[in-house]
């Protein structure tokens, strides 16, 4: 039985930012991610959500994919406890089919083709774009789920710092320090963090060490130039043995197993705009990850003979360089021009070694249209040279139209996709099948929002479809290794998401979003793994008082289907709270100090995210001591 005694909850939180921070936004966000220039939310065809850095930092989200779980056409997968291995996939596209960037990098790892959320720590993020729908014209391949962007903060004003110190049940601390500010042309921001818990019981634990910087230089002619880089170092201990298949609902547990975790991410970028009909940008960057997965001999009998442990050294590195260049016609056009190299390597020791490379060299064009401020078109089309499968093309058209008299916006749009087989796909010896061939998809969705109540209700539904050939799977084999990969030939996912917020009051809102998802694998003539049908998430922001805000999200996920095995994963509710007390506003260099508390899976839901690995239970957390000085 999980812990669940009672927490003493003190949280001293000294933050720079605004005190009460709006819950609800009224103004369009500006996106970046889904055109590549700055571009108003509502002027795109695409759906798009924007998490704000105050949203994580308001709501205490001690990981990304914390922050993630309440974005419509989401689905979160966590294997346990703090720090294990974490996948997102978007409308019923598989993990391997989302590509996620950092500042524009990729950081999917090359073996096994999906990111690790647990790796990308919530310190100094400016606002996290996810936008749902292909987006391979603009970001190549894996990129027919959609495209999750995590933007780094920069530095703005005076100098100012800051710390959070965290605690809670399963012997969880986190801690958290950073400065950041602006000086002349100069602009800087620099935080830490560490986290660590217990986890569930034995061999559950988590060690993580996180840095993350950003410096920025302004110089002549709207030119400027960036550098950012994120760290992260992990260990982990790995208790989940998978030695059933399926996995079991009580599993086996491994009591010395580890995971050591280092990575990464650089990027170097400039950009320019020296006359209003042009403007260029360079992005130059690193990924670099190294996993050492420790598994020593098992104390308990192998069940399907040797080998039962699998100890490896996974090496993988991609380097990107990027230039792309937006040519302006007034406001009503803008063309797009970009070329790409990237060259991606991986040294793998251990059980199974390997060590391949590849290099893609790609082109793309983009163009914009805006007419009378109400129809808003965009096309573009993406060739992409790979070494190892060749040539790919990929197009995507989409628009939006605002009715403004009332308040309706129809936007919609559709395009083609592809998802090159992974390193682990092609070379992982006795579980590879170097003739994969790359999947394909095309994909559309169309969709109408209306505001209403003065703006005051903010309504949207879409519907979506993804045709996916040649699809990627893991199949059973009935001799060891027990599985493999092929092209299942053909599967689709479809449905509808519906979001709605609502500023019942000006002290209270409400939000509630709900994605259905209906798959189809057609060669087994069954569902796609792990794809709910139904998912609700539903929030509340109220401020019953001036220096009182609270917070409530519901998490309500249903029944999943497991293809090893054929059984279903069950479905779970959980529901987080948390709030924020101002105790102090302003003492002398200090300028706040919130007293917060969070609890999270608040009615001890017993689920797993993915069958057999649990998920924590009830998790109070407490006490931040964040004391910041102001400006200088």
Same mark, same amino acid.
């Given at each position: 039985?999980?812990?669940?005694?009672?927490?003493? =909850?003190?949280?001293?939180? =000294?933050?720079?930012?605004?005190?009460?921070?709006?819950?609800?936004?009224?103004?369009?966000?500006? =996106? /970046?991610?889904?055109?590549?220039?700055?571009?108003?939310?509502?002027?795109? %065809?695409?759906?798009?959500?924007?998490?704000?850095?105050?949203?994580?930092?308001? @709501?205490?989200? &001690?990981?990304? +994919?914390?922050?993630?779980?309440? /974005?419509?056409?989401?689905?979160?997968?966590?294997?346990?406890?703090?720090?294990?291995?974490?996948?997102i996939s978007i409308r019923g596209a598989n993990p391997n089919q989302v590509q996620v960037l950092v500042d524009g990098m990729r950081v999917k790892s090359p073996t096994l083709g999906q990111v690790d959320l647990? +790796?990308?720590? &919530?310190? #100094?993020?400016?606002? !996290?774009?996810?936008?749902?729908?292909?987006?391979?014209?603009?970001?190549?391949?894996?990129?027919?789920?959609?495209?999750v962007n995590i933007i780094t903060r920069r530095g703005k004003g005076p100098v100012s710092a800051w710390t959070t110190q965290e605690v809670g049940n399963w012997d969880t601390l986190r801690s958290a320090a950073g400065v950041s500010g602006s000086k002349g042309a100069f602009d800087y921001s620099f935080g830490v963090s560490h986290f660590e818990s217990n986890g569930r019981g034995k061999n559950d634990g988590l060690n993580q060490d996180s840095l993350a910087t950003r410096l920025g230089l302004s110089l002549p002619g709207q030119t400027t130039l960036s550098l950012a880089v994120r760290l992260n170092q992990s260990d982990i201990g790995v208790p989940i043995k998978f030695v059933d298949d399926p996995a079991p609902i009580v599993p086996t547990i491994d009591p010395n197993a580890r995971q050591e975790s280092d990575t990464v991410i650089i990027n170097l970028g400039a950009h320019t705009r020296p006359v209003t009909w042009w403007e260029s940008e360079v992005r130059v960057g690193r990924y670099w990850n190294r996993l050492n997965f420790i598994d020593p001999p098992d104390p308990f009998a192998c069940p399907h003979g040797p080998p039962c442990n699998f100890p490896g050294l996974f090496k993988v590195e991609r380097r990107e360089v990027e230039w792309l260049n937006h040519f302006h /016609?007034?406001?009503?056009?803008?063309?797009?021009? %970009?070329?790409?190299?990237?060259?991606?390597?991986?040294?793998?020791?251990?059980?199974?070694?390997?060590?391949?490379?590849?290099?893609? =060299?790609s082109g793309l064009f983009q163009q914009q249209l805006r007419f009378f401020d109400r129809l808003f078109m965009a096309a573009g089309v993406r060739v992409e040279d790979n070494d190892v499968f060749g040539r790919s093309v990929t197009e995507r058209g989409s628009l939006s139209f605002l009715i403004k008299e009332t308040g309706t916006r129809i936007h919609g749009g559709a395009g083609?996709?592809?998802?090159?087989?992974?390193?682990?796909?092609?070379?992982?010896?006795?579980?590879?099948?170097? %003739? *994969?061939?790359?999947?394909?998809?095309?994909?559309? +969705?169309?969709? !109408?929002?209306?505001? *209403?109540? %003065?703006?005051? !209700?903010? *309504? +949207?539904?879409?519907?979506?479809?993804?045709?996916?050939?040649?699809?990627?799977?893991?199949?059973?084999?009935?001799?060891?290794?027990?599985?493999?990969?092929?092209?299942?030939? @053909?599967? @689709?996912?479809?449905?509808?998401?519906?979001?709605?917020? /609502?500023?019942? #009051?000006a002290n209270l809102a409400a939000a509630v979003n709900y994605t259905y998802t209906e798959t189809r694998d057609f060669a087994a003539n069954t569902w796609l793994p792990r794809e709910p049908r139904h998912r609700w998430n539903i929030r509340l922001a109220w401020e019953p008082v001036k220096r009182l805000s609270l917070w409530s999200e519901v998490h309500i996920v249903t029944e999943q289907w497991e293809p090893l095995g054929a059984v279903y994963n069950s479905g779970h509710t959980r529901v987080d709270v948390g709030g924020a007390y101002r105790l102090l506003e302003r003492w002398g260099h200090v300028k706040s100090v919130d007293l917060t508390a969070r609890v999270q899976n608040l009615l001890n839901e017993h689920y797993a995210e993915i069958r057999g690995f649990p998920a924590l239970g009830v998790r109070p957390s407490s006490a931040a001591a964040s004391p910041a000085r102001a400006p200088c």
């Open positions: 039985m999980p812990r669940t005694s009672w927490i003493a =909850v003190v949280m001293l939180a =000294v933050m720079v930012s605004t005190a009460h921070a709006q819950e609800v936004k009224h103004a369009e966000p500006v =996106v /970046v991610t889904a055109t590549r220039t700055e571009t108003p939310a509502e002027q795109l %065809g695409a759906s798009v959500t924007v998490i704000t850095g105050e949203e994580i930092d308001t @709501r205490r989200y &001690p990981t990304v +994919d914390e922050a993630l779980r309440g /974005v419509p056409g989401v689905d979160i997968r966590r294997s346990g406890s703090f720090g294990k291995s974490t996948s647990s +790796d990308l720590s &919530p310190e #100094l993020i400016e606002r !996290i774009e996810v936008i749902r729908g292909p987006q391979s014209t603009l970001y190549g391949a894996d990129a027919i789920g959609g495209v /016609v007034g406001t009503w056009s803008t063309s797009t021009f %970009g070329v790409e190299y990237r060259r991606e390597t991986a040294d793998v020791q251990g059980t199974n070694a390997f060590g391949p490379t590849m290099e893609t =060299v083609s996709g592809f998802r090159t087989p992974t390193f682990n796909d092609l070379f992982f010896p006795g579980f590879a099948n170097p %003739g *994969l061939k790359p999947e394909e998809s095309f994909s559309w +969705d169309a969709g !109408i929002g209306q505001k *209403l109540w %003065g703006n005051r !209700i903010r *309504l +949207d539904a879409t519907v979506f479809k993804n045709s996916f050939t040649n699809l990627i799977s893991i199949v059973p084999l009935s001799v060891s290794p027990f599985l493999a990969t092929a092209n299942i030939n @053909r599967a @689709r996912s479809e449905g509808l998401e519906f979001t709605a917020e /609502v500023d019942l #009051l």
